[in-house]
């Protein structure tokens, strides 16, 4: 279908098409009108079920804070929270300056998945599809994101929430905090792309037994089959978010050139098949090869012992 696109775009000869299309590729979204889907009539659709909002923090560090914010709903994601989120990943695919990401939820829980009033009213098939092929082309957007990105899990991530876990680099859990695909209790499945990231994070026996079972995940079993990357102890040493950004500061320690291209190597690495992926890493190292940082560490003769 894609291919079919591609080539009807080069028959009509049009430029500019063919370099959006280009474009769309490499933000990374799996939809576009060439698969029925039109992004501003979805994004009309979900605004009108407001409520919550979706902040997003830079630090001058190259670090950012991304907050589910809708406390009252124990941070369930409203219409108007999916549009936001929508464009919160597209501020962070400008930002040249970012290393890192954090995602967490506001008021010490992560996200209970999409809003049950917005998916009351959202409930015929066709809705629900777009509904799905909009967070689908925003969760791997943010995936892609050339930063390293961590989801910070305190309380619980169900359903939905669960799902944006899986749309970041690294999970890392809060003592008590739970990750559960209850897709299965409500009559579903993953809808966001959490079942196609998980078998790739997990293995799909694992995923086949946390989503066939509904299965709630603690941070022990979390460790144990590779979901959580680390639980995050300690009474005293901050707080959990002050803990995450620690954690995640070993990996972003240095120019934000280098870290980018690390995360856009792996990136291919996991999604390209192999010829492509080590096309991608020679174009990559030549982005930092001869640059400033590796100038640098040439001129000071730097050793690794
Ligand atoms: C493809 C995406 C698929 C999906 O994400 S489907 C949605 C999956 N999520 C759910 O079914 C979560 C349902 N909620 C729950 O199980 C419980 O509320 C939960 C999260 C365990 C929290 O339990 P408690 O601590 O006892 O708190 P509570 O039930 O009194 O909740 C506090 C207020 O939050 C609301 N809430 C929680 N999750 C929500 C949601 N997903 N959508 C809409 N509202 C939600 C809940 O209704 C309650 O509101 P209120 O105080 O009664 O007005």
Redo the contacts with the bound molecule.
Sequence with gaps: MVLCAVRQHLLRGSRGAWARFLQRQSRGCVYSSVHGFQQEEIREKLQAFPGGSIELLTQESGLAVLTINYP???N??SGSMMVDLEERVSQLEGWADGKGLIVQGASG?FC??????A?RALSNSQDGMKM?MF?QNTLTRLLRLPMISVALVEG?A????A?LTTACDFRLMAPGSVIQF??K??G?V???G?AARLVRIVGSQNALKLLGGAVKVDPDLALQIGLAEEVLQGEGTGTPLQRAENWLSVYTKGPAPVIQAVKKVVLSGRELPLSEALRTEKDVFGTVWGGPANMQALASKSKHR
């Design positions: 009252s709903r124990m369930a994601f829980t209970s998945g999409s809003d049950l009033n998916v799905c967070m619980r169900l359903g939905g929430g799902e209850v897709h209790h409500m579903l993953t809808g966001w959490g």
